[in-house]
């Protein structure tokens, strides 16, 4: 996947097409992790940035992950090398076309989080938003990670994931982090 990104990226860019210029937003810090113009994220305490991923910025697709704990080197189910952290927060923003499609999405991210554990929903308002929550009880399928959580949302035609994955002897609060990861995202 990643040489068809590569491709993707050089085509565009002989192309002439780029992202375009962020909007600034004056009221959003500097030492927050901007995802194009639609929502800026604080790295929760015990937490690194790890990866971000905006290559598909131009299809309007971001994507991040911060970590807890050292990397352990794995092999995982496709065989290939990774690393497993005591946590990882993950967190997806899709630009859509329309407020239907940016639902259709969320529900489409909900129903594939119930196939791979076996979870509990809930809902959770932060800052007078409703966040869809999956408390993920247990991986149903080959998984390095044994559960965590999971909020969903459509702000706008804005589609929105946030997993929270942990390792059994993760000695963290899972719900209280994800909430306060919650807390810490600002929407433009």
Request: glycine share 8%; with cysteine.
């Amino acid at each position: 996947m990643r040489k068809h990104l590569g491709i993707l990226l050089a085509l565009l860019l002989l192309l002439g097409c780029a992202p375009p210029e962020p909007i600034e937003h004056p009221d959003w810090a500097d030492d927050w992790f901007r995802m194009g113009d639609v929502v800026a994220a604080e790295t929760p305490d015990g937490f690194a940035l790890n990866e971000s991923n905006d290559v598909l910025s131009i299809a309007g697709l971001y994507y991040a992950t911060w970590t807890a704990g050292e990397g352990e080197p794995i092999t995982n189910a496709q065989g290939s090398d990774a690393l497993l952290y005591d946590a990882q927060i993950y967190l997806l923003v899709k630009e859509c076309d329309s407020v239907e499609e940016a639902n259709a999405n969320v529900s489409d991210w909900m129903r594939r989080e119930t196939g791979s554990y076996a979870a509990e929903h809930t809902a959770l308002t932060i800052g007078g938003r409703e966040w869809n929550v999956l408390i993920l009880q247990e991986a149903l399928s080959e998984n390095p990670y044994a559960g965590g959580a999971a909020a969903f949302i459509a702000v706008g035609t804005n589609a929105i994931s946030v997993e929270l994955l942990c390792r059994p002897d993760w000695d963290g609060d899972t719900e209280a982090v994800l909430t306060t990861f919650l807390s810490g995202l600002h929407f433009a």
